[in-house]
């Protein structure tokens, strides 16, 4: 069964940067696209961003030009830089996978699921 493992978060101050990955096990996920959303406390989960099968990236425009999605395909894993960050990017960070490989922003449209990863972004 196909698994989603998001690492790299922390606690960082305003201002500072952190890389998330999203390494697959148990197979390998092709023609997919890979997203990252985000779900502070009390919120719903929120989408930030995604890159699609052949490479396209959208993102939520709140974090356009500080928020960048990568994928290496030999490793089968995504990242997600994130530059200058901000007290409201404090949420825990999830990654999904959308089988059919589509342009979508609803974490409705997901399929597969990592199990989180924590960023607190203090002021």
């Known amino acids: 069964q196909v698994k989603l493992v998001e690492a790299g978060g922390g606690l960082v101050q305003a201002g500072a940067s952190l890389r998330l990955s999203c390494a697959t096990s148990?197979?390998?996920?092709?023609?997919?696209?890979r997203a990252w959303l985000q779900q502070a406390p009390g919120k719903e989960r929120e989408f930030v961003g995604a890159i699609t099968w052949n490479n396209y990236t959208y993102y939520r425009e709140s974090v356009k030009g500080r928020f960048t999605i990568s994928r290496d395909n030999a490793e089968n894993t995504v990242y997600l830089q994130m530059n200058s960050l901000k007290p409201e990017d404090t949420a825990v960070y999830y990654c999904a996978a959308d089988r059919f490989g589509r342009r979508v922003e609803s974490k409705d449209e997901y399929d597969y699921w990592g199990q989180g990863t924590q960023v607190t972004v203090s002021s």
């Open positions: 148990g197979g390998a996920l092709k023609y997919v696209t």
